[in-house]
């Protein structure tokens, strides 16, 4: 249902938009001719008077001296079906107020702001029609506030730093972010509720951090481009979605979609992408028995990529992810990379007959592309390389960019600035048109544009097990459901065994492998480790990564805090079958986990946990694996060590 306001000519107005259940009130507000906002729930403060606007080069600023020519109110409540994910069906509903702004001074400019206020969230964004001598523009700064009590608590990682988003996540004051943090920023306030800013469909824009102006107020501070600017665009043109996902707990802030939401349909047919689960000539190397440049223990052999391929058929696995098995991995390939070509083998890897016994096996190939951010050297090759990859029936690319800025024409640019976002994007179409789907490692940020685009099954984005061997503790993993993950899914490369190898000992239990399966959700999902460990050392543990999909019907998340312990529920999209995982920090925990999400009938409960004396350090194979019958009126009492874990597949009998 639509409604047109009669038209208005106001310097000084405000307009209430209430969330379909009323417990959200968000506020858009004109005052002395400048534009705010502010929201509150259950008549509580969320985010104070904040202003809104731009700064344009060349141009005064956008946001001031402005009147209210009209808005516009809807009311929308369907159902959305995401291709893949966490959920398959989310509920969109939301009201949503459009305003019309106008300038009452020289070139009168116009802009407008809409407004969608959901049960469990506030989005907005800005939009600029093309306009009498207003047809491109250059911003140098977006003015967006996010005025939030300072003695809020905020989990973040720094932004602008060399390794991108690849940070430990620490616990401050908001007082305290005076630099740049990455969101999605997760929020504690005084009066206890959970938020967390974020963005949705990220288009031709840099990236938002945040971080607090001179007012004491958080503002965005939107990722630059080498010339100091912040976008250039053609007119028209809309921002993406300022976010603020807005919660009671920090448990019920891990089931917010509304980021999909937020996104667009497809527009095209990708009835053709398929979740898969992989392993791969990976873990091998970065424990040092193999090496991703040619030489007597290349990794990316054929004869190595066959064996690996006879192992997944045995394993039950449908893929394999092949890296180093192109040129240009010699030497130092950090400064060489943009010496890599993407459509030529080393002399021991022959691509079309690997991918030709691949497709005798039915198993499906893992390209892999590590650009090490030399963006222009990867453009030039890129509708070639995709073209070699179809030919050999390739439909899964693993992309990189390692290097800790990107390269094009002799300018450093960050990963998440317009720049950056616009080569993902290049990407992720051109893959779309040929059939591939991507896992893009050292991406820019979810913003829920796989709604739009499902064949970017996942991403990179935080740190993940890679940097096990010192630089991550277990209380990493219980950070990640409500920071990183709340912006989609997450390569983590889980399933590594080989705990206690002294190049890349693990701070987890064996058991607690298990648990990454559920507890970080990945349309590609890889089983990292070598194969001997899944067929020969512990085959019992790897049933569990065997059964579990790639793809959920639904998800609960049962209990949790944040940097402590998550335990999750997701039902299987394709059967009656429920998966648990729960992870938890340095300490030992005693969980009693409810089963009344189930439907009626009965399960049998196959629970992989730890031992009472499994430890992480100490410990770290120590294990149990039981079965149980269990319906939906019983409880589960489950043990989880220090940086331990478990899984739980309740198969419906």
Same mark, same amino acid.
């Given at each position: 249902?639509? !409604? ?66 009209? @808005? ?51 989005? *907005? ?20 506030? *996010? ?45 206890? /509720? ?10 031709? @824009? #840099? ?32 921002? =993406? ?192 048109? !040929? ?38 503790? =277990? ?6 459901? /409500? ?14 065994? $080989? ?16 648990? /990454? ?5 990945? #349309? ?15 085959? $019992? ?35 009656? $079958? ?55 009126? $019983? ?16 198969? !419906?009998?």
């Amino acid at each position: 249902m639509f !409604k047109w306001a009669k038209l208005f000519s106001q310097d000084n107005a405000e307009k209430e938009i209430l969330s379909p259940d009323k417990r959200i009130r968000c506020f858009f507000i004109l005052k002395n001719s400048g534009v705010f906002y502010r929201i509150e729930k259950d008549n509580k403060p969320i985010v104070e008077l904040s202003r809104l606007g731009f700064l344009i080069c060349g141009e005064k600023s956008l946001g001031d001296n402005l009147k209210l020519i009209r @808005y516009h109110t809807k009311r929308c409540d369907e159902k959305v079906e995401l291709h893949w994910g966490e959920d398959q069906f989310l509920q969109n509903n939301y009201n949503e107020t459009t305003f019309y702004l106008a300038e009452t001074k020289d070139s009168k400019r116009i802009m407008t702001l809409k407004f969608r206020v959901f049960d469990n969230a506030v989005a *907005f964004r800005y939009e600029i029609p093309p306009q009498p001598k207003f047809q491109r523009i250059t911003i140098a700064d977006e003015l967006t506030e *996010f005025n939030i009590n300072t003695n809020s608590i905020a989990w973040k990682i720094p932004a602008f730093e060399p390794d991108r988003y690849e940070y430990n996540y620490e616990k401050a004051s908001v007082h305290e972010l005076i630099h740049s943090v990455h969101t999605p920023l997760t929020i504690k306030t005084p009066n206890g /509720y959970y938020l967390s800013l974020h963005e949705a469909a990220l288009y031709n @824009y #840099g990236s938002m951090t945040v971080k607090l102006n001179d007012k004491n107020s958080l503002q965005s501070d939107i990722t630059p481009l080498s010339d100091g600017t912040k976008a250039h665009v053609n007119l028209p043109f809309e921002t =993406p979605w300022r976010l603020i996902m807005i919660a009671d707990s920090a448990i019920e802030l891990t089931t917010n979609r509304v980021m999909f939401c937020l996104n667009d349909p497809p527009a095209q047919d990708f009835s053709w992408v398929e979740p898969i689960k992989f392993i791969g000539i990976w873990w091998a190397m970065y424990v040092g028995e193999w090496t991703w440049a040619p030489g007597e223990r290349h990794g990316a052999t054929t004869e190595h990529a066959k064996e690996y391929i006879n192992d997944a058929v045995e394993l039950g696995i449908r893929g394999l992810l092949i890296e180093g098995w192109n040129d240009g991995w010699e030497g130092n390939w950090l400064e060489n990379g943009i010496n890599n070509k993407f459509t030529v083998s080393t002399p021991d890897f022959n691509l079309d007959e690997v991918a030709r016994y691949a497709r005798e096996h039915n198993i499906e190939l893992v390209g892999h592309h590590e650009t090490v951010g030399f963006i222009d050297n990867y453009e030039n090759q890129l509708e070639d390389a995709y073209n070699y990859y179809a030919l050999n029936k390739i439909h899964y690319i693993k992309t990189g960019y390692a290097g800790s800025m990107m390269t094009i024409n002799g300018r450093r640019e960050y990963h998440h600035s317009q720049l950056g976002v616009n080569h993902y994007q290049k990407t992720l179409e051109l893959a779309a048109k !040929k059939h591939i789907c991507l896992d893009i490692h050292e991406p820019i940020k979810g913003t829920g544009i796989e709604r739009t685009w499902p064949n970017l099954l996942s991403r990179e984005g935080a740190r993940g097990q890679e940097y096990e061997g010192g630089a991550l503790s =277990p209380s990493h993993a219980c950070f990640l459901p /409500y920071t990183r993950l709340l912006s989609g899914g997450m390569d983590y490369t889980n399933g590594i065994f $080989d705990i206690t190898n002294s190049i890349k000992r693990l701070s987890t239990t064996i058991s607690r492998q298990l648990a /990454y399966f559920v507890t970080i959700y990945s #349309g590609m999902a890889m089983a990292a480790d070598r194969p001997f460990m899944y067929k020969e050392r512990f085959s $019992d543990l790897f049933e569990f990564i065997k059964d579990v999909p790639t793809n959920f019907a639904k998800t609960i998340p049962l209990l949790g805090e944040i940097g402590e312990y998550y335990i999750v529920a997701r039902k299987d999209r394709n059967s009656e $079958d429920w998966y648990i995982g729960g992870v938890t920090d340095e300490n030992s925990r005693r969980v009693n986990i409810s089963l009344d999400f189930l439907d009626s009938g009965a399960y049998e409960a196959k629970i992989y946990a730890d031992s009472e004396d499994a430890h992480y350090r100490d410990n770290p194979f120590g294990h149990e694996i039981q079965k149980k019958h269990v319906g939906r009126n $019983d409880t589960l009492k489950i043990y989880l060590a220090p940086g331990g874990g478990f899984a739980i597949h309740l198969k !419906k009998t």
